[in-house]
């Protein structure tokens, strides 16, 4: 089993920046991807970006591409999500999630985070 850790997520103002942190203990496994989805209020959990520890494949969706970037490595177990320029529609609770990409990249990943909240007030 693989547990995932998260920090950060807060409040911050319309175009501001805060970055979260996920770190993965347990059995962990070559291939091991890492990364994140989000939830608002009413909505479905969508994806947010995601990366392949080893080959350091990024993948983002398209509402975050060009201001979030994700990184980490094999060797730390550690994803970080750096979120530039927020806007308060990205206000939403964060889930750190971890398996292989194929099944994280479809949401049927095997490991979640507790979650953590992140509010853009306009």
């Known amino acids: 089993q693989v547990q995932l850790l998260e920090s950060g997520g807060g409040l911050v103002q319309d175009g501001g920046s805060l970055t979260l942190s996920c770190a993965a203990s347990?059995?962990?496994?070559?291939?091991?991807?890492m990364g994140w989805f989000r939830q608002a209020p009413g909505k479905e959990r969508d994806f947010v970006a995601a990366?392949?520890?080893?080959?350091?494949?990024?993948y983002y969706a398209d509402s975050v591409q060009g201001r979030f970037s994700i990184s980490g490595t094999s060797a730390e177990g550690i994803v970080y999500l750096q979120m530039n320029r927020l806007k308060p529609e990205d206000t939403a609770v964060y889930y750190c999630?971890?398996?292989?990409?194929?099944?994280?990249?479809?949401?049927?990943?095997?490991?979640w985070g507790q979650g953590t909240q992140v509010t853009v007030s306009s």
């Open positions: 990366l392949t520890l080893t080959t350091q494949n990024q």
């Open positions: 999630a971890a398996d292989y990409i194929a099944a994280l990249r479809q949401g049927r990943n095997r490991y």
């Open positions: 347990g059995r962990l496994f070559s291939g091991l991807a």
